[in-house]
């Protein structure tokens, strides 16, 4: 007893760590942050899948059946809102705090109080826009949640919206600043604190994206900001930013939305281009493709992605000018997109190749991300556009790069490196059984949208016309088998948190490289004190 | 007959067959899997580009997933235990830059082409301006030919009956807003076959006449969409969007259309049903329209009450029954059943007056409802619901 008593007072070098409640409140530790943003995140996309799940339930058959037309809207908003600000946008962030520092040979993040900071104001800016939801469901008189959609078009969310308007104004302002604090972290990790010998053409492509994404972040989530503050001032001030009457313009709005979301969806997208561009070689044996290339083609996505906003909008009325340069940019990102797939496909060729966990995900993700891709140029064509703005086909396109894009990239980033988080191998029965049944369902869920979208579905819509209700029966039966297939995935994290599992190796995939598979697994709490020396 | 297994299997078929363009069926018959090819020259070039670029992206797709799949079948490790190391080709890496773009040239002319063609709304016989509302359109009949001063006018409201889509599964629970069956309380009704599709008074066009639309909105954005036609124009506040089509002469017809962009609760209840008819019956259901509206409003007192509350509970289902219930229980308005304003007498003009020049939310309905028809929903309101005030309201009180 002594002896270890002894051993334990003298040996353990790491007594100033934090201990319960405290260690979670007040880490400036970039792994801590990592894993509260991925748990925080993973419940956020549990709460968003739940009311896609309320969506489908009153779907699956036309006639209203379990929810009002008013809280379907609710539901419509919140889960998209949900889901692109709070499930897909924080596990990026938390997978570049977990990641980037030990990728490129930093002790932590640049900026470790305000990564605390940026993180600790999500479940407050969350608290806030689903107590709005909550207080719909069980309010007296029911006030109603935000209901305009994600994408809160003028003058709907302004002279015509809730009041809770001004809790999702104020929620977005949280989200806002959590994402700019978050990306700055990143910018400055990166560009201040790589390993000696780390150039920037050394780094890993994942590192690349998220900076990459960061800049964008800077640069676009101050125009979300103004925006939310122009509807602001024209609820409760008197101006007329949006509103016709008073000299204001709602297409504006719609200008100002997409500057901040188009560059937004790249902002979901381009992290996990790197986690694929990780995981492929490593599965492949073979040094990624075209590394410069990919480089080089992220950057210009993320340039182009500044001037085709437009092309959600081509409904609104532009001139014949306007419409055209922007079918033309958006035609040109499938470019450099169809770079990053080609040197994806060439990784693989001639490789030697085996099919783990991670790799599953990432060629379901390869394979699913290019079908919301084609979808993409033939949503880009102007004049078919005006067949499929706004309908199901749209729906279909952005959940197909969406969920079996980005979120399929996060489950595969999970699988990779979940053992170098907690030391111990995901569950691979369980891990089989995740990736099967989500690949299956998803399909069943997200492909009959092509059909119901080009017979003429809108989007949005509470009820529909006899003539889409068996795909839209089958759509809901993909829905809840999708649904469901997730709590294996909780208990996968479950079994990997509670450290059940085989132990993991401090570099258990032989594929792989990189600095973080140089560190023991799970990785200490403070990695790389000493800069590690890069050949 | 035939599965519908089997149906699927051949429409998918057609769907990989498909290269000329076929008439377009009724929409309300069962989706096929592909878009609609429509009836308007416009209509059908769209769906040419559409078959055109399906038919590029599922090449590049197929292709694309066929090397992910030959290389994961024979370059697996079993296979090939140690990896080639190269990293790099410049010659391929420029071959799916350039090709890529090239096949997009190759896309984009005819899209210009297309979208030109669309943008031209030049030299239209007839003009009419479509303004959507929450949740209904208006339609007015501005210039034709040399009229300048055509001046019909009308709402289209949803014709499908609440006891169609009213079906909740809760009675009480976890979603308050299911509820309403309770307070709603009426029979589910069989749908129809147009269910959702079909309005009160449908859009009449002439068949192979240029239609010219001037669409806007009264309070926020809608879209008009009509996919045969292949038009989708957002209806912005403030802002006038045009739109054309002509309807070959061959394929008069009644064809469907929806609001596409959300404008709030009942976004989904508000649908376009267009008449496309020959043009000798265009002109004379256009002139009978134009007698009417010149007489001026029908002020025909009702003999009786019940005269009054059958044409009451029609327009009130067609015009307030969003709102404010089928129950007069309330909802985004204000309930009538039981409160001050339908029971007390005194207050028969401040009633007439909400509902004539509006109130907050509640929007005016004197381009909507004739005087006739208002007196007919204020006698059915204090009527009906429990309300039972015997109040007759004739056209004249509205009128003054």
Same mark, same amino acid.
């Given at each position: 007893?002594?002896?270890?008593?002894?051993?334990?007072?003298?040996?353990?070098?790491?007594?100033?760590?934090?201990?319960?409640?405290?260690?979670?409140?007040?880490?400036?530790?970039?792994?801590?942050?990592?894993?509260?943003?991925?748990?925080?995140?993973?419940?956020?996309?549990?709460?968003?899948?739940?009311?896609?799940?309320?969506?489908?339930?009153?779907?699956?058959?036309?006639?209203?059946?379990?929810?009002?037309?008013?809280?379907?809207?609710?539901?419509?908003?919140?889960?998209?809102?949900?889901?692109?600000?709070?499930?897909?946008?924080?596990?990026?962030?938390?997978?570049?705090?977990?990641?980037?520092?030990?990728?490129?040979?930093?002790?932590?993040?640049?900026?470790?109080?305000?990564?605390?900071?940026?993180?600790?104001?999500?479940?407050?800016?969350?608290?806030?826009?689903?107590?709005?939801?909550?207080?719909?469901?069980?309010?007296?008189?029911?006030?109603?949640?935000?209901?305009?959609?994600?994408?809160?078009?003028?003058?709907?969310?302004?002279?015509?919206?809730?009041?809770?308007?001004?809790?999702?104004?104020?929620?977005?302002?949280?989200?806002?600043?959590?994402?700019?604090?978050?990306?700055?972290?990143?910018?400055?990790?990166?560009?201040?604190?790589?390993?000696?010998?780390?150039?920037?053409?050394?780094?890993?492509?994942?590192?690349?994206?998220?900076?990459?994404?960061?800049?964008?972040?800077?640069?676009?989530?101050?125009?979300?900001?103004?925006?939310?503050?122009?509807?602001?001032?024209?609820?409760?001030?008197?101006?007329?930013?949006?509103?016709?009457?008073?000299?204001?313009?709602?297409?504006?709005?719609?200008?100002?939305?997409?500057?901040?979301?188009?560059?937004?969806?790249?902002?979901?997208?381009?992290?996990?281009?790197?986690?694929?561009?990780?995981?492929?070689?490593?599965?492949?044996?073979?040094?990624?493709?075209?590394?410069?290339?990919?480089?080089?083609?992220?950057?210009?996505?993320?340039?182009?992605?500044?001037?085709?906003?437009?092309?959600?909008?081509?409904?609104?009325?532009?001139?014949?000018?306007?419409?055209?340069?922007?079918?033309?940019?958006?035609?040109?990102?499938?470019?450099?997109?169809?770079?990053?797939?080609?040197?994806?496909?060439?990784?693989?060729?001639?490789?030697?190749?085996?099919?783990?966990?991670?790799?599953?995900?990432?060629?379901?993700?390869?394979?699913?991300?290019?079908?919301?891709?084609?979808?993409?140029?033939?949503?880009?064509?102007?004049?078919?556009?005006?067949?499929?703005?706004?309908?199901?086909?749209?729906?279909?396109?952005?959940?197909?790069?969406?969920?079996?894009?980005?979120?399929?990239?996060?489950?595969?980033?999970?699988?990779?490196?979940?053992?170098?988080?907690?030391?111990?191998?995901?569950?691979?029965?369980?891990?089989?059984?995740?990736?099967?049944?989500?690949?299956?369902?998803?399909?069943?869920?997200?492909?009959?949208?092509?059909?119901?979208?080009?017979?003429?579905?809108?989007?949005?819509?509470?009820?529909?016309?006899?003539?889409?209700?068996?795909?839209?029966?089958?759509?809901?039966?993909?829905?809840?088998?999708?649904?469901?297939?997730?709590?294996?995935?909780?208990?996968?994290?479950?079994?990997?948190?509670?450290?059940?599992?085989?132990?993991?190796?401090?570099?258990?995939?032989?594929?792989?490289?990189?600095?973080?598979?140089?560190?023991?697994?799970?990785?200490?709490?403070?990695?790389?004190?000493?800069?590690?020396?890069?050949? | 007959?035939?599965?519908?297994?089997?149906?699927?299997?051949?429409?998918?078929?057609?769907?990989?067959?498909?290269?000329?363009?076929?008439?377009?069926?009724?929409?309300?018959?069962?989706?096929?899997?592909?878009?609609?090819?429509?009836?308007?020259?416009?209509?059908?070039?769209?769906?040419?580009?559409?078959?055109?670029?399906?038919?590029?992206?599922?090449?590049?797709?197929?292709?694309?997933?066929?090397?992910?799949?030959?290389?994961?079948?024979?370059?697996?490790?079993?296979?090939?235990?140690?990896?080639?190391?190269?990293?790099?080709?410049?010659?391929?890496?420029?071959?799916?830059?350039?090709?890529?773009?090239?096949?997009?040239?190759?896309?984009?002319?005819?899209?210009?082409?297309?979208? !030109?063609?669309?943008?031209?709304?030049?030299?239209?016989?007839?003009?009419?301006?479509?303004?959507?509302?929450?949740?209904?359109?208006?339609?007015?009949?501005?210039?034709?030919?040399?009229?300048?001063?055509?001046?019909?006018?009308?709402?289209?409201?949803?014709?499908?009956?609440?006891?169609?889509?009213?079906?909740?599964?809760?009675?009480?629970?976890?979603?308050?807003?299911?509820?309403?069956?309770?307070?709603?309380?009426?029979?589910?009704?069989?749908?129809?076959?147009?269910?959702?599709?079909?309005?009160?008074?449908?859009? !009449?066009?002439?068949?192979?006449?240029?239609?010219?639309?001037?669409?806007?909105?009264?309070?926020?954005?809608?879209?008009?969409?009509?996919?045969?036609?292949?038009?989708?124009?957002?209806?912005?506040?403030?802002?006038?969007?045009?739109?054309?089509?002509?309807?070959?002469?061959?394929?008069?017809?009644?064809?469907?259309?929806?609001?596409?962009?959300?404008?709030?609760?009942?976004?989904?209840?508000?649908?376009?049903?267009?008449?496309?008819?020959?043009?000798?019956?265009?002109?004379?259901?256009?002139?009978?329209?134009?007698?009417?509206?010149?007489?001026?409003?029908?002020?025909?007192?009702?003999?009786?009450?019940?005269?009054?509350?059958?044409?009451?509970?029609?327009?009130?289902?067609?015009?307030?029954?969003?709102?404010?219930?089928?129950?007069?229980?309330?909802?985004?308005?204000?309930?009538?059943?039981?409160?001050?304003?339908?029971?007390?007498?005194?207050?028969?003009?401040?009633?007439?007056?909400?509902?004539?020049?509006?109130?907050?939310?509640?929007?005016?309905?004197?381009?909507?409802?004739?005087?006739?028809?208002?007196?007919?929903?204020?006698?059915?309101?204090?009527?009906?619901?429990?309300?039972?005030?015997?109040?007759?309201?004739?056209?004249?009180?509205?009128?003054?």
């Amino acid at each position: 007893m002594t002896a270890v008593a002894a051993h334990h007072d003298h040996h353990d070098d790491h007594h100033h760590a934090p201990h319960g409640l405290k260690r979670w409140l007040f880490s400036t530790n970039h792994k801590d942050i990592g894993t509260l943003y991925l748990w925080f995140s993973f419940a956020m996309f549990m709460v968003g899948g739940f009311m896609a799940l309320v969506i489908r339930a009153e779907l699956m058959y036309p006639g209203m059946q379990v929810v009002d037309p008013e809280f379907f809207n609710q539901m419509t908003t919140v889960h998209g809102l949900i889901m692109v600000f709070g499930a897909v946008m924080p596990a990026t962030v938390g997978l570049a705090n977990w990641m980037i520092p030990l990728m490129i040979g930093a002790p932590d993040m640049a900026l470790p109080r305000m990564n605390n900071w940026s993180f600790w104001i999500l479940p407050f800016a969350f608290t806030i826009l689903i107590g709005s939801v909550l207080m719909s469901a069980f309010g007296e008189g029911n006030p109603s949640a935000p209901n305009f959609g994600w994408t809160f078009y003028a003058p709907l969310s302004t002279k015509y919206g809730p009041a809770s308007t001004d809790l999702f104004i104020l929620s977005v302002h949280m989200m806002g600043i959590s994402s700019i604090m978050g990306a700055i972290n990143v910018i400055v990790t990166v560009l201040n604190m790589r390993a000696p010998g780390m150039t920037m053409m050394k780094m890993p492509l994942f590192v690349w994206a998220w900076l990459i994404t960061a800049f964008l972040l800077v640069a676009v989530m101050p125009v979300l900001a103004g925006a939310v503050t122009m509807m602001l001032t024209d609820r409760h001030f008197g101006t007329s930013f949006f509103d016709a009457a008073g000299g204001g313009d709602p297409v504006l709005f719609q200008h100002i939305f997409w500057f901040f979301g188009h560059p937004e969806v790249y902002i979901m997208i381009l992290p996990s281009f790197g986690i694929v561009s990780a995981i492929i070689p490593a599965f492949a044996r073979k040094p990624l493709f075209g590394y410069a290339s990919m480089v080089y083609a992220t950057a210009s996505i993320a340039l182009l992605s500044f001037v085709v906003w437009a092309h959600h909008m081509f409904t609104v009325g532009m001139p014949l000018a306007g419409t055209l340069f922007f079918m033309y940019m958006t035609m040109l990102i499938s470019v450099p997109t169809g770079v990053k797939v080609f040197n994806w496909v060439a990784t693989m060729w001639r490789g030697s190749l085996t099919f783990e966990l991670p790799m599953k995900w990432a060629l379901a993700f390869v394979v699913l991300f290019t079908c919301g891709g084609l979808s993409g140029l033939m949503l880009a064509l102007t004049p078919v556009d005006f067949q499929y703005h706004d309908t199901y086909f749209v729906v279909a396109h952005f959940h197909y790069v969406l969920v079996s894009g980005a979120i399929f990239s996060i489950f595969a980033a999970a699988y990779y490196w979940l053992p170098k988080w907690s030391g111990v191998m995901p569950n691979t029965f369980l891990g089989e059984l995740h990736f099967w049944n989500s690949l299956l369902s998803v399909n069943l869920l997200f492909f009959p949208m092509h059909f119901v979208g080009l017979a003429g579905m809108p989007r949005r819509y509470a009820d529909y016309a006899l003539q889409f209700a068996d795909y839209n029966w089958w759509i809901s039966v993909g829905a809840f088998w999708f649904g469901i297939s997730q709590l294996l995935f909780v208990a996968v994290c479950v079994l990997c948190a509670m450290k059940k599992g085989k132990k993991a190796e401090a570099a258990p995939w032989d594929g792989a490289e990189g600095l973080e598979w140089t560190v023991p697994s799970p990785a200490p709490f403070h990695t790389f004190d000493t800069p590690p020396v890069i050949k | 007959m035939q599965s519908t297994l089997f149906r699927r299997v051949t429409a998918a078929l057609t769907l990989l067959l498909v290269s000329g363009v076929s008439v377009a069926s009724d929409w309300t018959e069962r989706s096929n899997v592909n878009l609609r090819p429509g009836v308007t020259d416009i209509s059908q070039d769209v769906f040419g580009l559409h078959v055109a670029i399906l038919w590029v992206v599922s090449v590049i797709g197929l292709a694309v997933f066929g090397l992910i799949m030959y290389s994961a079948v024979a370059h697996r490790r079993s296979k090939r235990p140690q990896a080639s190391t190269f990293h790099e080709h410049v010659g391929v890496e420029i071959a799916w830059t350039v090709i890529p773009f090239i096949i997009l040239i190759f896309m984009a002319i005819p899209a210009t082409r297309v979208l !030109i063609a669309m943008d031209d709304s030049a030299e239209s016989e007839l003009t009419i301006k479509v303004t959507g509302y929450r949740w209904n359109w208006s339609y007015e009949y501005l210039t034709y030919q040399d009229d300048n001063d055509v001046g019909v006018f009308f709402f289209s409201n949803l014709k499908t009956p609440a006891e169609q889509y009213h079906t909740p599964v809760l009675k009480d629970g976890l979603f308050p807003y299911g509820t309403a069956a309770d307070r709603f309380g009426a029979e589910p009704q069989e749908k129809d076959h147009d269910y959702m599709l079909a309005v009160d008074k449908p859009l !009449i066009l002439p068949a192979g006449v240029k239609v010219r639309f001037l669409v806007t909105a009264d309070d926020v954005i809608h879209s008009f969409f009509m996919p045969d036609f292949a038009i989708k124009k957002d209806a912005i506040p403030g802002f006038v969007n045009e739109a054309w089509t002509v309807v070959p002469e061959d394929a008069t017809g009644i064809y469907y259309g929806q609001c596409a962009e959300l404008c709030g609760k009942n976004h989904a209840f508000m649908p376009i049903e267009v008449h496309v008819v020959a043009k000798e019956e265009f002109d004379t259901w256009l002139a009978e329209e134009k007698e009417k509206a010149a007489s001026g409003p029908d002020l025909t007192p009702f003999s009786n009450l019940e005269a009054a509350m059958t044409l009451g509970k029609e327009k009130y289902n067609a015009a307030c029954v969003l709102c404010h219930g089928a129950e007069g229980q309330g909802g985004i308005g204000l309930p009538f059943a039981g409160t001050a304003l339908m029971n007390d007498s005194a207050r028969i003009q401040e009633n007439i007056d909400v509902l004539i020049k509006g109130r907050n939310a509640m929007p005016s309905f004197a381009a909507q409802l004739t005087p006739r028809d208002i007196a007919a929903v204020i006698t059915y309101q204090r009527n009906a619901f429990g309300n039972e005030t015997g109040d007759l309201i004739q056209p004249a009180d509205v009128a003054k």
